[in-house]
């Protein structure tokens, strides 16, 4: 997946925990998307940054999600106070910013809540 | 962005030419066709991209129509290997390349 990466692989929390998700994109990469996905469906856009901003969060939850993509370090897709039907794989994908038409993901982290 | 509708699902055998055809009336004239592959547990990989008429590379065909309305992605020879789910997605590429809109795929099952 051209070195997107993300962790946890796996992570499991119990209700009302925090789940910390973190991506490291591509090198070089500036543009960075998270996606949720549920079992048996699709992938569901979530948010859209760059370095510093959040450029479109059309596809966030509206409360216990934030997502943040710092000057220095990875990517970071914050849950709080986790319910079950948080329970889904959450990728990562990054591309540069020359119009390059490729997106590439990461192998996703499947968070669990008990 | 254009909805897209493709088969839910398709069988097939080693060594077959597999054709996955994928609607989209609604396409605009600055969309462009994508096609990723997602096999389980990993993160979706692009395969190719065409805005008309046909496209190849080394691991598939895309073959679009005059009225661009329909697409067909044809894997030469499947094996084991491509079982997956096979996305068809179609949208404006520019800067913004990474928000893409995923229906529900088309898994494909390959049988020894």
């Known amino acids: 997946n051209a070195g997107v990466m993300q962790n946890p692989r796996h992570l499991v929390r119990r209700r009302g925990q925090e789940a910390r998700l973190r991506c490291s994109p591509v090198?070089?990469?500036?543009?960075v998307y998270w996606y949720r996905q549920l079992p048996e469906e699709g992938l569901k856009f979530m948010v859209y940054l760059q370095k510093e901003n959040i450029i479109d969060e059309s596809g966030m939850p509206k409360e216990r999600f934030s997502a943040e993509f710092p000057k220095e370090g990875p990517s970071i897709l914050r849950i709080q106070q986790v319910v079950r039907g948080d329970s889904a794989a959450y990728f990562c994908a990054s591309s540069d910013s020359q119009g390059n038409t490729e997106a590439f993901f990461g192998q996703g982290t499947r968070l669990t809540v008990v | 962005l254009a909805k897209t509708t493709q088969p839910i699902s398709m069988d097939s055998y080693e060594g077959q030419e597999v054709n996955i055809t994928c609607s989209h009336n609604?396409?605009?004239?600055?969309?462009?066709i994508t096609w990723y592959q997602q096999f389980p547990s990993q993160g979706p990989r692009f395969i190719i991209q065409?805005?008309?008429t046909k496209v190849t590379n080394e691991v598939a065909s895309l073959f679009i129509p005059a009225d661009r309305k329909s697409s067909t992605l044809s894997l030469p020879r499947v094996s084991l290997s491509d079982t997956a789910v096979y996305y068809c997605?179609?949208?404006?590429?520019?800067?913004?390349?990474?928000?893409?809109?995923f229906g529900q795929g088309t898994t494909l099952q390959v049988k020894p």
């Open positions: 090198k070089g990469h500036s543009h």
């Open positions: 065409g805005y008309k």
């Open positions: 609604n396409i605009a004239t600055n969309d462009y």
């Open positions: 997605l179609v949208g404006p590429y520019s800067s913004n390349t990474g928000k893409l809109i």
